[in-house]
């Protein structure tokens, strides 16, 4: 059976952030380890592996966008998502530079291809977004990005 077409976006979601290894231009440098990318929340103490994302859907919207032929319309999806990401510092860098480092690649990726090779329509981050944990929880470090993901679908309609 084929997957719905916001699963499908999340999953492309997924897996764009996943490919965010080898040297990173946003930064110069690369990650320790290949990123983590999980959907269920995690707080920052039970996370072993660096960098981490924990990607939450937050509110799905649906809603009719136009009427096209006598039996299609088209459907827009707006998938609201918070990503809480994690970093660890090391013995040259420290959480807050990772921080920056890490929340700014995953802002820039997903600017560079805001349709996730075609899957979605768009994905909006919300600029006024972007909350760290000001140091608190040092040697780890922890921010928060929430975005939506805009999804097309053609529905019969009777």
Avoid at 92 to 105: K, L
């Amino acid at each position: 059976m084929a997957e719905n077409v916001v699963e499908l976006g999340v999953l492309a979601l997924v897996a764009k952030l996943q490919a965010m290894t080898g040297p990173r231009a946003n930064f110069g440098a690369t990650y320790p380890n290949n990123p983590v990318i999980e959907r269920i929340f995690k707080p920052a103490g039970v996370v072993t592996e660096f960098p981490h994302c924990c990607l939450i859907e937050k509110r799905a919207v649906f809603a009719q966008e136009a009427t096209g032929s006598a039996n299609q319309a088209l459907y827009l999806h707006t998938v609201e998502i918070e990503l809480y990401g994690y970093v660890k510092a090391d013995d040259t860098v420290g959480s807050s530079t990772w921080v920056n480092r890490y929340r700014d690649d995953i802002r820039k990726t997903l600017i560079a291809d805001s349709t996730l090779g075609g899957v979605v329509r768009d994905t909006k981050l919300d600029a006024t977004d972007g909350e760290t944990d000001e140091g608190e929880l040092d040697p780890v470090g922890a921010f928060r990005i929430a975005l939506a993901l805009l999804i097309d679908e053609n529905v019969a309609v009777g």
